[in-house]
Nanobody, 126 residues
Framework: VQLQASGGGLVQAGGSLRLSCAAS????????MGWFRQAPGKEREFVSA????????DYADSVQGRFTISRDNAKNMMYLQMNSLKPEDTAVYYC????????????????????WGQGTQVTVSS
């Protein structure tokens, strides 16, 4: 499956952005989907994940209550609504697809994902 993330940009602290991830070349609903981010000089970290149907989701503590993940299986799309953005949210954001289960710890680790998009830059100014 091929993934393409979009929607990043420059926003002031407290602002909002909506990231999108378009999937092609596979059966989208077969995959657990996730968002990760990587800031300069730091390791790639888990942001959020959503189950095949969208009925279950998970968030990193740092974004809980501010970010919302969703998916539209009919459109082969996944989204990340980011509100109340902070400068520490600045990073390249990646979408990823996982053929493993949702209710396993692998969903929060980069190595638990099989396919990756190219990333989209999010910059939050103070």
């Amino acid at each position: 499956v091929q993934l393409q993330a979009s929607g990043g940009g420059l926003v002031q602290a407290g602002g909002s952005l909506r990231l999108s991830c378009a999937a092609s070349g596979g059966t989208f609903s077969n995959y657990v989907m996730g968002w990760f981010r990587q800031a300069p000089g730091k390791e790639r970290e888990f942001v959020s994940a959503i189950s095949w149907s969208g009925s279950s989701s998970d968030y990193a503590d740092s974004v809980q209550g501010r970010f919302t993940i969703s998916r539209d299986n009919a459109k082969n799309m996944m989204y990340l609504q980011m509100n109340s953005l902070k400068p520490e949210d600045t990073a390249v954001y990646y979408c990823a697809a996982r053929s493993g289960g949702f209710f396993t710890t692998g969903r929060v680790f980069p190595h638990g994902y099989d396919y990756w998009g190219q990333g989209t830059q999010v910059t939050v100014s103070s």
